[in-house]
């Protein structure tokens, strides 16, 4: 079987970095949101 | 700031794309950013238009124009439109435009997003507006949208909400590609402590957009679902607390004043040291003053909600807390009166801007503070005196920054200089005419005017008389804006690639030609 490896350029560093960034600052925002609403569900409602 | 040893800015091959493509699928910064200049001017006219209806109304005692249903839309719908429509875009599109170019990076790390978050905010815009136009008409509870009031809207609520929520979308979005190009792209050797103070102050703006934007969501949701899925969050009747939405609206809506007012900082942090000729005084404590202040934006909602009814430690920490923000607050305005000391001033557009912010600004800050003062605010709670301190921290604040941004970076966009003489007509009419405007509203207040009210008691009537002719002097002055900007993309004296003479000119923005080539920073320039 043929394996060939190559080193991840800095580009390719650049670019995964970028992406779990953005990933990261998107799960943040949307766990505010669902946390609000719960934290609401649980105190609101009695 | 800092020696620029390489700076190739790309412009042997400028291509760009035509025709209406060039905007609908823009993944260019430039191009972008144009768009959300240009989408908020729109708004900032659309705006206007109902603030003038408003002073209309109000220009003598009595019903002459509207009927109070559509005088409440109009108050719900200029802020909403102000707000997310006109000063957020603008500063995003400064951002689009500028950020790249100050850090040395190609262009924004997510270009397609970008356009995305772009191209909601129509959509987002047509809809609220369209509300206006449904049998019930449009929200007219007020921009804070408090339960049970709000929840009596007709069938245009949803429509509102879901406007609401795309531009949510879309500042998160717009947020997410400031942070990650900051983090991500900046030029070789521009450590965090280099970068400029515009970049600075959006970077902090961003990740308060990305902490708050999701709570006012949370926020709408719970209202739809209270209005039509039976729940009970904000209903009594159910067990609910509509006093829980204050608190939760206020947790979004505090920081959501610094989202509006720290970009404003940025600029004027960039304007002040060019047209004195000295570095900024303090530029780290610049730094950690803008991290602070978005650090106590959290912890300072409830100051706006003291008449509620809340327990005496309550009052007094938010109080406390509130207060302090004028710590950092004051070291900018004295780090900007400290980068003027000395200097060799000059009086360009844009450095007039923001000596009028400077002043302005600091006029609605203290209005602000007499407000934290809890005894004081049971008297000022809701009357004009509230209206006259925010649109103090927002007209001659928030919009008299972007004013002086547009003037200090057109040359660079357009590639032209603009007409001088006309810029500073247009300066003095805004500053004098805005003053005019609100500054009698303190006294409206004080006097006990509740504001969002159509119709007043007739010992009101001389301050409102003049600051409606402020008004509209105000409004019809800013087509003098629109004149200038047109009259230099159509044409004029070209500008050098520095702009303006000054030695401190030295962020990476001022080594790309005027104007700015469409790619720029192909390769990254070294910064020392």
């Keep these: ?46 | 700031m800092h020696a620029v040893t390489d700076t190739h800015a790309v412009d042997h091959h400028d291509h760009k794309p035509h025709g209406i493509g060039r905007w609908l699928f823009a993944t260019n910064h430039k191009d972008i950013g144009t768009m959300y200049l240009v989408f908020s001017c729109v708004m900032f006219f659309l705006g206007g238009a109902m603030a003038l209806g408003i002073r209309l109304e109000l220009f003598q005692p009595g019903m002459q124009f509207f009927d109070p249903g559509f005088y409440n839309q109009l108050v719900t719908n200029h802020a909403l439109v102000m707000i997310f429509g006109a000063v957020m875009p603008a500063f995003v599109g400064l951002a689009n435009w500028m950020i790249p170019l100050q850090i040395g990076a190609p262009d924004m790390a997510l270009p397609r997003m970008n356009n995305y978050s772009f191209w909601i905010l129509p959509f987002a815009f047509t809809l609220l507006l369209a509300s206006l136009f449904t049998p019930s008409g449009g929200a007219a509870g007020g921009w804070t949208l408090y339960p049970p009031l709000s929840l009596q809207s007709g069938n245009s609520f949803p429509m509102t909400i879901f406007a609401i929520h795309l531009m949510g979308a879309s500042s998160i979005m717009g947020a997410i590609n400031v942070i990650v190009t900051i983090m991500n792209m900046r030029a070789p050797g521009m450590t965090l402590l280099k970068l400029p103070l515009f970049c600075w102050a959006w970077l902090i703006t961003a990740y308060l957009l990305i902490a708050v934007m999701p709570v006012l969501a949370g926020a709408v949701t719970m209202l739809l679902t209270d209005h039509y899925f039976g729940t009970s969050f904000f209903n009594p009747a159910g067990g609910g607390d509509p006093v829980m939405f204050q608190h939760i609206f206020w947790f979004f809506g505090h920081p959501e004043v610094y989202i509006l007012i720290l970009p404003a900082f940025g600029i004027v942090s960039e304007i002040i040291p060019t047209f004195s000729r000295k570095p900024l005084f303090g530029y780290d404590a610049m730094v950690y003053a803008t991290a602070s202040i978005a650090f106590l934006s959290f912890i300072v909602w409830a100051h706006h909600m003291f008449t509620v009814g809340m327990p005496l430690a309550g009052q007094m920490f938010f109080m406390m807390s509130t207060m302090l923000i004028a710590v950092p607050t004051g070291v900018k305005v004295f780090n900007w009166t400290s980068t003027m000391w000395k200097g060799s001033l000059s009086f360009e557009p844009p450095m007039l801007f923001a000596l009028a912010f400077l002043f302005l600004f600091t006029i609605g800050g203290f209005s602000g503070l007499m407000l934290a003062f809890v005894p004081a605010d049971y008297q000022y709670q809701d009357t004009y005196f509230v209206v006259a301190h925010f649109h103090y921290v927002l007209v001659p604040g928030a919009v008299f920054a972007i004013m002086a941004a547009v003037y200090y970076w057109l040359p660079k966009w357009t590639g032209t200089m603009y007409d001088m003489t006309l810029a500073k007509w247009h300066f003095w009419v805004s500053t004098i005419s805005v003053n005019i405007l609100f500054f009698p509203q303190h006294f409206l207040g004080l006097a006990g005017m509740p504001r969002r009210i159509p119709d007043y008691n007739v010992q009101f009537t001389d301050w409102n008389m003049v600051s409606s002719v402020g008004g509209f002097i105000f409004g019809f002055s800013q087509l003098l804006f629109v004149w200038v900007i047109l009259k230099a993309v159509r044409g004029g004296a070209p500008a050098t690639d520095r702009v303006w003479d000054s030695d401190m000119t030295t962020g990476l923005e001022w080594t790309v030609a005027s104007p700015a080539p469409y790619h720029s920073f192909e390769t990254p320039p070294e910064v020392h």
């Design chain 1, 1 to 46: 079987m043929n394996v060939t490896t190559s080193t991840p350029s800095a580009t390719d560093l650049k670019r995964v970095r970028t992406r779990r960034l953005a990933w990261g600052c998107a799960l943040v925002a949307v766990g505010f949101y669902v946390a609000f609403i719960v934290v609401s569900l649980i105190q609101g409602p009695r």
